[in-house]
């Protein structure tokens, strides 16, 4: 609430939004009628899973200003009508597009590493792959918003959405920042309303290669998109290895501060200028 400036009505809407968007419930009840059949502490990690997702995409609706004021103007109705059917179909073309050579390597072994260990504890192949792949449902809006914006697939718009945070290192910063926290409070506050602001030059320049491109490909994403965007790197060669210099002196690698997504949010804005023109 700090930093969406909203009432608590107004986070239980969005609360409730998320969750049948999301369709939570029917997940819920999958883990629950494992009573007896796996560790208890199993399915506390896999509901923690949704609990987090929940968390991340309340924050998301209420940071984005559209879906706030659908909330706020036209009700509940209005915000599950814009994603809930979009996302379904999202959600199940997710194994069309998180082959692990379009997800960051981080991201695609952790994703696989917990598939395997819920498999390796008796948890259904189906519910294993959807739980390990939740995480990657955080960026689910601004996925459906973009298809439904440039007329392409969700699975479509999805791959170059993640490829091309892969390309920038996008999802490094974002995930080192989740993994290691700040010392003050109002520096992760701030933190992570900038992942909102790098989430917005996300979909911004997931937007130029899509409208580069022209038509979606033909084919299943895992075929065409590292060459998509390998063919607009290719065009923009000098706007991105200035933005790869200055990447590369921030080491993202290394502690993450404030100061530093200033600067890298500020030379993506500037590499998106320089690719715009």
């Known amino acids: 609430m700090e930093t969406t400036g909203v009432d608590f009505a107004t986070v239980a809407l969005a609360y409730e939004a998320v969750r049948r968007i999301y369709d939570l419930e029917s997940y819920a009840r999958e883990i629950d009628q494992l009573d007896n059949k796996i560790p208890a502490a199993l399915q506390t990690a896999l509901l923690s899973q949704a609990s987090n997702l929940l968390r991340e995409q309340v924050f998301h609706m209420l940071s984005d200003q559209r879906s706030k004021d659908a909330i706020l103007q036209n009700g509940l109705k209005s915000v599950i009508a814009r994603y ?16 692990t050579h379009i997800l960051p390597s981080r991201a695609a072994k952790a994703l696989e590493a917990r598939r395997a260990h819920w498999l390796s504890e008796g948890v259904p192949e189906a519910l294993a792959f959807e739980a390990a792949g939740l995480p990657a449902l955080e960026y689910s809006f601004d996925i459906v918003d973009l298809a439904a914006t440039t007329g392409w697939s969700n699975p479509g718009a999805g791959s170059v959405y993640f490829a091309t945070g892969r390309l920038l290192n996008i999802d490094t910063l974002r995930e080192k920042a989740q993994a290691e926290p700040l010392v003050e409070h109002y520096d992760n506050v701030a933190i992570r309303q900038m992942n909102e602001d790098l989430a917005a030059r996300q979909r911004r320049l997931t937007r130029e290669i899509i409208l580069f491109a022209g038509a979606e490909p033909k084919g299943p994403p895992a075929e065409w998109v590292e060459k998509l965007v390998a063919r607009w790197a290719e065009v923009n060669d000098t706007a991105l290895k200035r933005f790869e210099t200055v990447a590369g002196e921030l080491d993202l690698a290394g502690a993450i501060s404030v100061g530093k997504y200033t600067l890298f949010i500020r030379k993506i804005d500037e590499l998106i200028e320089s690719a715009s023109s």
């Not at 179909?89 to 082959?99: G, M, Q, S, T, W």
């Open 84 to 99: 809930q059917a979009p996302v379904t179909e999202f959600k199940k073309a997710l194994p069309d597009i998180l082959p």
